[in-house]
């Protein structure tokens, strides 16, 4: 039972940054691909980065420059650090991993607020 947990999310004004973790929990297994996905109220989730095992990095446009994502691959372990936060970075944010077997671990998500 795998389970990705999400913490760092938190309330923070416009421009401020915040770092968000996920760590797996329960039986240990290697994740190819880890990333960070989103979704504010009223709007679908969106893909926001993902990293693979070998480093290749992936940010949708709104974020680019702006969010970095890392991870500890022996671990399991994902980091998405945002910075020149926006409001419209609000939302919850979940945490993904992906098997070399193409199983697909997500986290319960931590909730994101950017004041204006």
């Known amino acids: 039972q795998v389970r990705l947990v999400e913490s760092g999310g938190g309330l923070v004004q416009a421009g401020g940054s915040l770092r968000l973790s996920c760590a797996a929990s329960g039986t240990i297994v290697s994740i190819a691909v880890m990333g960070w996905y989103r979704q504010a109220p009223g709007k679908q989730r969106e893909l926001v980065a993902t990293i693979t095992s070998g480093a290749g990095t992936y940010y949708t446009d709104s974020v680019r420059d702006r969010f970095t994502i890392s991870r500890m691959g022996a671990k399991n372990t994902a980091f998405l650090e945002m910075n020149s936060l926006k409001p419209e970075d609000s939302g919850v944010y979940y945490c993904?991993?992906?098997?070399?077997?193409?199983?697909?671990?997500w986290g319960q998500g931590t909730q994101v607020t950017v004041s204006s």
């Open positions: 993904y991993g992906r098997s070399y077997r193409a199983v697909e671990y």
